[in-house]
C-alpha cells in the first residue's frame, strides 16, 4: 500500500528508506499515521481480539453441552452461560469497533490518495 502513495511512495513516507533528504510534508504525516493506525488495527484483532473471541464461542460450546441449550436460546440461562455471553458480547463489540476503526483510515487514505492523482 505504501508504493501507491502518488509522492513517490515509500521513500516520501518512510524517509529512512530514502537517499535523498526530503521533509516530509503534512499529507506525508497523514499517510504515515493512517497507514500505521491500519496496520495496528489489523494487528491487534489478528493477535489478540480475534483469538480471544474464538477461545469464548469455544467455551460457550462447551457450556451449550452442560447446559442441554443453545446460547442463543430463550432463557433463562446459566450463570455461566450469561458471563460467557456477556463476555463474548464485550469482545465482539470491540472487535467491531476496532475494525471500525480500521475501515475509516482505510477510507480516508482512499481520500488521500485520490487527492494527490493527477487526470
Known sequence: MLLTYPRGGAPSLLPFLSSSPMPPTATD??????HTTMFLTALVNWVYIGPKTTEVMGLR????TRDGKKSYD????????QA?????????GVS????MVGLG?????????AEGLSL
Open 61 to 64: 460450546k462447551h457450556q451449550e
Open 74 to 81: 430463550a432463557g433463562p440461562h446459566s450463570k455461566e452461560m
Open 29 to 34: 504525516n497523514l499517510s504515515s499515521w493512517l
Open 105 to 113: 483510515a482505510m477510507i480516508w487514505y482512499g481520500a488521500v490518495l
Open 84 to 92: 460467557l455471553n456477556k463476555q463474548f458480547g464485550i469482545l465482539h
Open 96 to 99: 467491531s469497533l476496532v475494525n
